[in-house]
């Protein structure tokens, strides 16, 4: 583990919210969690992994590869916890370390090693506080999503998805995925054509 920061006082460290850990920020756990707070950091990981895990599955078409990328990234990071500028943009900085995890996978994979399932397809989770008629067609909507995405080939599914959800810049696309800026670019305009034509009847 990489060492940490000299401690910080007690008075300026992050506040704790009265009703405790589950109703702090991001921002407040991960600076505890990089003062070594085992806590705070487990907090992260209920708010996050999920949708860690549906964006790995996303990215790699494999629950196996998801599930072992989702494990080194969350190792990752919490070696890595005090190099993180902006605590309050800590699910971005986690969606970063796991796309490159993500990919170092697939780069090993043989071509003949696993085919699209039919995991859970959400990436974003339904806020709490929407009804049961909002949560059914997000659900829906989701779903029609997850099935438009396995459709695509792998490379175009893996560019969309570093786009469109992580944020990735072609040339950061490019260098993940061991391929060409105009390769990157193709296959997402590609990608986007096809998603679409298929999320149509949602728009």
């Not at 998801?66 to 500028?85: H, N």
């Amino acid at each position: 583990m990489v060492p940490r920061s000299p401690e910080t006082p007690r008075s300026e460290r992050a506040a704790v919210p009265r009703n405790g850990l589950s109703d702090a920020p991001d921002a407040t756990l991960a600076q505890r969690a990089a003062d070594g707070d085992t806590v705070a950091f487990g907090e992260l990981v209920r708010r996050h992994g999920g949708y860690l895990r549906a964006f790995a599955i996303r990215l790699t078409g494999s629950a196996a590869d998801a599930d072992d990328a989702v494990q080194e990234t969350l190792i990752a990071a919490w070696e890595r916890l005090d190099t993180l500028s902006d605590p309050a943009a800590v699910r971005g900085w986690l969606t970063s370390i796991l796309s490159r995890k993500a990919t170092d996978r697939l780069r090993k994979r043989r071509p003949t090693d696993g085919v699209i399932g039919t995991e859970p397809t959400e990436v974003e989770p339904v806020a709490p506080e929407a009804g049961p008629d909002e949560r059914a067609v997000r659900d829906a909507r989701l779903a029609a999503l997850g099935r438009a995405l396995d459709s695509l080939p792998a490379t175009e599914r893996q560019c969309w998805v570093l786009r469109e959800i992580s944020g990735h810049s072609y040339d950061e696309i490019a260098e993940q995925l061991g391929v060409s800026s105009s390769t990157v670019r193709g296959a997402l305009a590609r990608a986007r054509t096809a998603v679409m034509a298929k999320m149509e009847e949602w728009r």
